[in-house]
DNA sequence: ATGTCTGTAGTATACAGA
């Protein structure tokens, strides 16, 4: 099962690299974040398309900002918009952002999500990103065992993760706190499947537009696949697909993709019988 | 040096968010 995470920066002027792209790399599970159209004009962008290439999809959507979605071609179940308990911006919100979408994917709970910006550290919104990762956290630790949270988590989870760690000293997306608001999700039982392939490499996800930084290399990496012990055990590759950021109109993110063995048989996970039922030694 | 791209408002160009 192949998985892929993307920050689109407006699926609507993403099309013509979206549609090409997943017959190139034919996810079978796709996240997407930062659609800024509703549902209802996702589904006129690109319902039928979606259809022909065998995917239904979910969209937790609005207008202008924001917005994410799951692709998914084996199967689709118990979608969930939102997080429970999420909170909003500004607080309280009775309309929270459209930031989370999970659903039962091949017998994973995949989440999509698009973790607020934070803006300045100490700020409001710097408080609700970090009340949002909380809210994150509290979901994947009560949801199912094999869990998957992708998506674009505005943190570099170490200084490796962005090009010039003396540059961005005071700046979000690198404080201790948003970090720590990370390793919470760690603590439940994710693993970044990116980092745990690639301990060494210089990986980015994300280049801002300006000043030729992509063609320079000098990005972070702020959008992950974190997986939980049983998922993270099927990891059988797991890659920043670049390609996606070259070219005309991309996004200023690329997409991430890893591929999962088959799931063993029955269970999920090693499957350790009671004591009862083992045969003695000897 | 604040460089680009996005959506909105609204019809030319400014603003805000990232």
Redesign the pocket.
Known sequence: MRVATWNV??????VPRLLPWLDERRPDVVCLQ?L??TREAFTDLLGAELTARGYEFAVHGQ????GVAILSTVGLDDVQAGLPDEPGFPAPADDPEARAVSASCGGVRVHSVYV??G?TPGSD?YRYKLAWLAALKAAVAAGPEAALVCGDM?VAPADADVFDPAAFVGQTHVTAPERAALAGLESVGLRDVVRDHWPDSRVFTYW?????MFHQDRGMRIDLILASAPVAARVRAAWVDRKARKGT?P??HAPVIVDLDEAPDGDIGPVVPPPSARPAKN
């Open positions: 920066n407006s699926v609507r002027q993403r930062e800024k159209v207008a202008q900002w924001n607020p910006n803006r919104h505005n801002d537009y300006r000043a030729g109109a996004s200023d």
